[in-house]
């Protein structure tokens, strides 16, 4: 029988809950240097990660409060023993009808085949160049040859691929060209990013160091190709789509750090240890963990959940305000999820 229909939970903006980005980790293979120190991040212990059926259990919940869509994130969710099976379980649970995943690659392409019997219909592979010399400086690991095959066995399983590469001043920009360029012939989403300053403290980052923001990339990417057509994008999305002539996938941009997408924000994000964000600028406004670990009950958990959801900021620039002072750097995109 399929599940009674939900009433959407609206925030105090009129923005619908939809949407759940799930970190099932912090940690990770890679130390992209816009994440990340090049000695890691301090990780949490293992007790202080959500478990699996603690994961099962919130997402039920918010399933409960409308949530449709749930995409894993980390960290590296590969690196987490397991995942495979946990995406089973979490495909069975009643109203949510797509669930999709982050990766780096390194380790994804001898799961295709099992992301492909559950259903997944896109992931997104994050991938800043195509030269082995450069991804190496960018992630200081060697592991472009395997992303590169997670790539291929991906389009071959028939899953859409969605690229994204981070924008990087002086570091990938004769990447650009060459990443869209894949959208020629195949078909791909190749989406750009505007570099965000959580970057684990790795350096320091702040509007003035913003020099490819999304109008750059965008001329950018016109100067080579022509002029990009715009695509008509779902409420909710947060890249702006565009064709370029003659090619058969799309590209998009990303303005993550511009923030012009927050008018249609209908996402919640988990943090490996159970903090609830509302917008990524926010610190976290809920410690889901403590709840479940003090026996919460369900309907303590979901009043929780929909009043954090409620009242959150109206955009990224308000939560950014709303913070207790602490900069941005000394966060990791690894704990925040993407
Ligand atoms: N490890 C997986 C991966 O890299 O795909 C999933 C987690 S990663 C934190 C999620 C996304 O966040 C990746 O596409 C990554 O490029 C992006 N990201 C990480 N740090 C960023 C930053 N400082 N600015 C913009 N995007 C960032
Ligand atoms: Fe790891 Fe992804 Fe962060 Fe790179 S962006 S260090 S792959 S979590």
């Keep these: 029988m399929p599940p009674a229909a939900i009433a959407p939970l609206y925030d105090q903006h009129g923005r619908p809950l939809e949407y759940l980005r799930l970190a099932v980790t912090d940690r990770c293979n890679l130390r992209c240097f816009y994440c990340m120190p090049e000695e890691g ?65 390194v380790l994804t392409a001898p799961h295709v085949p099992a992301l492909a019997r559950l259903g997944v219909k896109a992931v997104n592979l994050s991938l800043d160049t195509l030269d082995r ?109 565009y064709r370029i002539a003659g090619h058969r996938g799309t590209v998009g941009i990303i303005a993550a750090y511009s923030r012009t997408f927050c008018g249609t924000c209908n996402r919640l994000r988990l943090t490996a240890e159970g903090g609830l964000k509302t917008c990524l600028y926010d610190q976290g406004v809920l410690d889901t963990r403590a709840l479940l670990r003090g026996g919460a009950s369900d309907a303590e958990i979901v009043a929780a959940l929909a009043a954090a959801f409620r009242n959150r900021a109206a955009n990224g620039f308000e939560a950014e305000r709303q913070r207790p002072l602490h900069q941005l750097s000394f966060e990791s995109m690894a704990t925040i999820g993407g």
Excluded: C
């Design 41 to 105: 991040i301090q990780y949490m212990p293992k007790y202080e990660l959500l478990s699996y059926e603690e994961m099962l259990r919130l997402t039920g919940l918010l399933a409960g409060l409308g949530v449709r869509k749930v995409r894993l994130t980390g960290g590296e969710p590969f690196v987490r023993r397991d995942l495979v099976p946990f995406m089973e379980r979490l495909a069975q649970l009643p109203g949510l009808d797509d669930i999709s995943l982050t990766t780096n690659g």
């Design 133 to 241: 010399a450069r991804f190496f400086e960018i992630t200081r690991r060697d592991e472009l040859p395997r992303v590169l095959e997670t790539f291929h066995a991906l389009l071959a399983a028939g899953i859409q691929v969605k690229i994204n590469a981070v924008v990087m001043d002086g570091r990938n920009i004769d990447d650009l060209v060459p990443l869209a360029a894949l959208s020629r012939d195949l078909p791909v989403d190749v989406r750009f990013i505007e570099e965000m300053p959580f970057n684990g403290g790795s350096h320091a980052a702040g509007p003035a160091s913003l020099p490819w923001h999304h109008l750059r990339i965008r001329q950018h990417l016109e100067a080579h190709f022509g002029a990009l057509t715009p695509l008509v994008t779902p409420a909710g999305a947060t890249a702006s789509e």
